[in-house]
C-alpha cells in the first residue's frame, strides 16, 4: 500500500512534534471520550478550558449519570450543539445501568452509545484501548486526498469510506493510537487547509498534492449547506418586582434544553404584534407598543444567519405557567443559556447605547 511508505517517518515525526495535551496523558476512555466530544465543536485552545470544567465537574461517569441535566448544559455552555452534551449523559446513563459503569472497549460495543458515531467510537477505542481501527476526521480525509492526489469530493460517504477501508489496511497494529493521532496532528498543524507547510512534512517525498502542485485544489469539499436568513424577535417581559419570565427549548432543537426569552419568527424589525399575543398570550402583560426595540444583535450558526430583535415590555403581574418559568431578572446567568440570551444578558447589565436603540 502507497500509504505504508510513509508510516515510520510520520510516527518519527508525531513522537517529537506532537502536543502536550491532557487526554494524550490518559487511557481513561470518559476523558478521552469528553475530550473528542468537546473537539468536535472547538480548537484545541477553546476546547481546553472546557475539558478541565467537564472533567473537574463530574471526575467519573457515574458523576455525570446522576448529574441534573441543567448542570451538565451549564457546564457546556457556549460550546453550542448541545444535543451532543445531552448525548453525553444519556450514554453515562447507559454504560453506569448496562455495563455497571464499565466502559466498553471495543469499536463496535462503544459504538452503541448515544452520540458517538464512527470517528469517535474508533478514537477512544484506538487511544484507550489499542484497538487497531483508522479515525477518519476532516484533518484525516486533508491529508489523505492531498496525499494521494484524490480529487473526490470529501464531504461524499463514499470518499469516508475509501479512506476508513484503506487506513484499516495499514494501520499497525502495533500502534493504533500513535497512527491515527499522528495523521490528524499532521492536518492540525502542518497539512493545513490553506498555505500547508509542505517543507516541514514528513510526507512530502511521496505526495502526490506536492509533486503535482495540487495543494490549493485538493482537497475538493462541497458543502451542501444553504444558509437560512431568519429574524427572532426576544421579549423581555418584567413586573414590578423585577422577575422576568423564560422558556426552556425543547430537546429536540437547536440550542435544546437551554433557557431563553419566549420569541417568535419575523421578517419585520417592528415589534410583531399580533404574533406576539398569539405566541405569550399572557393577559397579564399589560403592555403598549414598544416604538423600537431595545436590542439588536447578529448570529451566525452552520445553517441559520440570525437576526436577534430584543423588545422590552412591563407587566404588573406576572405568573409562572406551565411552559414559562417566573425568574427574577438578576439570577438569569444561574440558568443555562445559548449564546444569545448571553449576549443579552451582558447586554442588560451593561447596555451601549446608539440613538436609542442598544447595539449588542
Ligand atoms: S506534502 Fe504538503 S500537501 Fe502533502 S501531505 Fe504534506 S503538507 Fe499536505
Not at 271 to 296: A, C, H, R, W, Y
Request: contains cysteine; charged residues 25%; glycine residues 4%.
Amino acid at each position: 500500500m502507497f500509504f505504508e511508505r510513509v508510516i515510520p517517518k510520520l510516527l518519527t515525526w508525531y513522537q517529537q512534534e506532537k502536543r502536550e495535551l491532557p487526554w494524550r496523558e490518559t487511557l481513561n476512555p470518559y476523558y478521552i471520550w469528553i475530550s473528542e466530544i468537546v473537539l468536535q465543536q472547538t480548537r484545541v485552545n477553546q476546547g481546553l478550558p472546557y475539558y478541565f470544567k467537564f472533567v473537574d465537574k463530574f471526575p467519573k461517569i457515574d458523576d455525570l449519570a446522576k448529574a441534573e441535566e441543567e448542570e451538565v448544559l451549564k457546564i457546556w455552555q457556549g460550546l453550542g450543539y448541545y444535543s451532543r452534551a445531552r448525548n453525553m449523559q444519556k450514554a453515562a446513563k447507559m454504560i453506569v445501568n448496562t455495563w455497571n459503569s464499565v466502559f466498553p472497549n471495543s469499536f463496535n460495543e462503544i459504538k452503541k452509545l448515544p452520540g458517538v458515531g464512527d470517528y469517535t467510537a474508533a478514537a477512544i477505542a484506538s487511544f484507550a484501548f489499542n484497538e487497531a481501527v483508522p479515525v477518519v476526521d476532516g484533518n484525516v480525509k486533508r491529508v489523505f486526498a492531498r496525499f494521494l492526489g484524490i480529487h473526490d469530493n470529501i464531504q461524499s460517504s463514499a470518499f469516508q469510506s475509501t479512506v476508513f477501508e484503506h487506513l484499516k489496511e495499514v494501520i499497525p497494529k502495533n500502534e493504533p493510537a500513535s497512527f491515527n493521532q499522528s495523521i490528524m496532528e499532521l492536518g492540525a498543524l502542518v497539512c493545513l487547509p490553506k498555505n500547508p507547510k509542505c517543507e516541514s512534512c514528513p510526507m512530502a517525498d511521496y505526495c502526490i498534492a506536492l509533486r503535482e502542485n495540487l495543494q490549493g485544489i485538493l482537497p475538493v469539499n462541497k458543502k451542501r449547506t444553504k444558509i437560512k436568513k431568519r429574524t427572532i424577535h426576544y421579549f423581555f417581559i418584567t413586573d414590578e418586582n423585577e422577575n422576568c419570565i423564560i422558556q426552556k427549548r425543547s430537546t429536540d432543537s437547536i440550542w435544546g434544553g437551554l433557557y431563553e426569552f419566549p420569541n417568535v419568527d419575523n421578517e419585520d424589525l417592528i415589534f410583531p404584534n399580533s404574533l406576539f399575543s398569539e405566541v405569550i398570550s399572557l393577559k397579564e402583560v399589560n403592555f403598549e407598543v414598544p416604538d423600537k426595540p431595545v436590542g439588536i444583535t447578529t448570529h451566525k450558526l452552520s445553517h441559520q444567519n440570525i437576526t436577534a430583535v430584543l423588545w422590552s415590555l412591563k407587566s404588573t403581574q406576572l405568573v409562572e405557567k406551565e411552559y414559562f418559568k417566573l425568574v427574577e431578572s438578576s439570577s438569569l446567568n444561574n440558568f443555562p443559556l445559548h449564546k444569545l440570551m448571553l449576549k443579552f444578558v451582558e447586554w442588560l447589565e451593561k447596555p451601549k447605547i446608539n440613538n436609542g436603540t442598544k447595539i449588542i
